[in-house]
């Protein structure tokens, strides 16, 4: 059996290893300085003493900026270049997280007041909702221009494990990051260098996909060592005319989307709440909670690489199969987790839970990249970035109501929705 990791995929596309691992890396250093700052901000919110649902709110006004952004730049990248938007997404992710760490030290220390310190919080956290929507739709842009049809599910998968693997690292390094000095935004210091080594890397690395004064859109325009033989896919993109923007409620993509943004909304609720649900079900004090918090996401953050690197590589299921399946096991976790009273408990539901949204995601990101052109790849990469960003607009704040009501609940409704969605997926998920 075959090994079951990214550069087994680059196979199916024309980029060299080094070139994915580049776009890989793009992905992977924001997932996990997010998860890493996910896995604090519970405690920070309450050292500081500032109520949950401010906490969760904090993050709403990047999230729309994400939403209505993402598309824009998109667009932007078929005529700047891809890599163009990538180090410009990868720059507000290393502000953002520069200028929010500074504002937390603030806050803990008392030179700011609690109120002040969250509203800074969130118009910082607002350049990474601003830029940083950029790199995904750069990147899976990148990545879909050079790959063939076929392999294109395998290709997506692989880039979109880059969001599992983030979300592994930045919860096991945000405990070692927390220093004595700057204490518990240390990670965010410590990810916006990381995240500078990799904008280095790319910017010197990556080839640019930006010819003269044109940006090629297709396949030998993107990668120039394939100009000089033009496939029959390469030539169709190449000639096509230039298509008005994508929207989410076109007939080809508009099920894929929906699918997308119902999963996506319980994975956001449900792990908005978790921080919370552990320090409150554990008992444990805010300070020292980053460890159990962290362990319960690495677990689910390996959950989902397993389900991305081992199992869609070797089912090879067709995007609908991942779906449906993807909601029917996250259901089951997050009602295990609700259940559960201790940390091994909460561990194996989360794993659980995340296993399943480890099938969903790519398979709706790959469901609606199939069911568009090479030549549309650009513009359905925005709207996708775009659905996976609505989901923390809205839903982080409604967990976190839920939460104020009764803990159990933002589990349990989180799981009837996605319910809801194998039972209408079941009719409506088909690619045309």
């Not at 509203?119 to 990545?143: D, K």
């Not at 982080?396 to 939460?403: R, S, T």
Request: aromatic share 8%; net charge positive; glycine share 10%.
């Amino acid at each position: 059996m075959t090994t079951a990791t990214p550069i087994r995929h680059v196979a199916a596309t024309a980029l060299s290893t080094r070139h994915f691992l580049l776009l890989y890396a793009a992905m992977l250093v924001a997932a996990a300085g997010n998860t890493a700052l996910q896995s604090v901000m519970p405690a920070i919110g309450r050292e500081i003493g500032i109520a949950d649902f401010w906490v969760a709110l904090a993050y709403t006004w990047s999230a729309i900026l994400w939403v209505v952004l993402a598309p824009y730049w998109a667009e932007k990248s078929d005529r700047h270049g891809r890599k163009a938007l990538t180090l410009m997404g990868l720059s507000g992710f290393i502000m953002s997280m520069l200028l929010c760490g500074l504002v937390l030290i603030a806050g803990l220390r008392g030179g700011i007041a609690g109120a002040t310190t969250f509203i800074l919080f969130a118009i910082f956290r607002a350049i990474y909702g601003a830029l940083g929507c950029a790199t995904p739709s750069a990147t899976q842009a990148y990545l879909a221009s050079k790959t063939r049809r076929s392999g294109r599910v395998a290709a997506l998968s692989a880039l979109s494990s880059s969001f599992g693997l983030g979300t592994i690292i930045g919860p096991a390094l945000a405990p070692i990051f927390v220093l004595p000095f700057v204490g518990l935004p240390g990670p965010l210091f410590a990810f916006s260098a990381i995240g500078l080594l990799v904008f280095v890397a790319i910017l010197l690395w990556l080839p640019n996909d930006k010819l003269g004064r044109k940006v090629g859109r297709g396949a030998a325009m993107s990668y120039p060592s394939l100009a000089t033989t033009p496939t029959g896919a390469s030539v169709v993109v190449a000639t096509s005319p230039r298509h008005a923007r994508l929207k989410w409620n076109d007939p080809r993509i508009k099920p894929w989307i929906i699918a997308g943004v119902v999963a996506g909304h319980a994975q956001a609720a449900t792990l908005t709440c978790l921080g919370f649900f552990i320090i409150d079900r554990l008992h444990l004090s805010p300070h020292g909670s980053e460890g159990p918090i962290s362990i319960v996401m690495m677990a689910g953050a390996s959950a989902t690489l397993a389900a991305q690197w081992g199992l869609i590589p070797r089912l090879r299921a067709p995007p609908r199969v991942l779906i449906l399946w993807g909601a029917l096991i996250a259901a089951i976790g997050l009602s295990w987790t609700m259940l559960a009273d201790d940390l091994y408990g909460i561990t194996i539901g989360f794993a659980l839970a995340s296993t399943g949204f480890g099938l969903t995601r790519p398979g709706f990101t790959a469901g609606a990249s199939l069911a568009v052109p090479l030549a549309e790849q650009g513009g359905v990469a925005g709207v996708i970035t775009s659905a996976n960003g609505i989901s923390f607009v809205a839903a982080p704040a409604i967990g976190m109501a839920f939460y104020a009501l009764d803990p159990h609940l933002p589990f349990a409704a989180s799981a009837m929705l996605l319910v809801v969605l194998v039972l209408a997926g079941r009719r409506r998920l088909e690619i045309t």
